[in-house]
Nanobody, 123 residues
Framework: VQLQASGGGLVQAGGSLRLSCVASGRTFSSNSMGWFRQAPGKEREFVASISRNNDPTFYTDSVKGRFTISRDNAKNTLYLQMNMLKPEDTAVYYC?????????????????WGQGTLVTVSS
């Protein structure tokens, strides 16, 4: 599956962004999807994931209550709504397609990756 992420940019702390990821080449609704991020000088980390039928979803603790993952299977699109952004959210955000329909939190649960979109949060 091919994944194209977009929606990154520069935003002030406390602001919001919505990331999108359009999928093609495989039946989007069959697989879980996820978002990961990689900050400068750090390893890539899990952010959020969603099962093929929207439930369940999982979030890393640092984004709970601020980020919302969702998907529109009719549009083959994954979203990440990010509110109350903090400087520590600055990273390249990657979308990923899961191996199964059940959402995972480890990179090994995903087999296709988008190119990444940069989110920069200024203080």
């Amino acid at each position: 599956v091919q994944l194209q992420a977009s929606g990154g940019g520069l935003v002030q702390a406390g602001g919001s962004l919505r990331l999108s990821c359009v999928a093609s080449g495989r039946t989007f609704s069959s697989n879980s999807m996820g978002w990961f991020r990689q900050a400068p000088g750090k390893e890539r980390e899990f952010v959020a994931s969603i099962s093929r039928n929207n439930d369940p979803t999982f979030y890393t603790d640092s984004v709970k209550g601020r980020f919302t993952i969702s998907r529109d299977n009719a549009k083959n699109t994954l979203y990440l709504q990010m509110n109350m952004l903090k400087p520590e959210d600055t990273a390249v955000y990657y979308c990923a397609a899961g191996l199964t329909g059940w959402a995972g939190i480890r990179e090994s649960a995903f087999d296709s990756w988008g190119q990444g979109t940069l989110v920069t949060v200024s203080s």
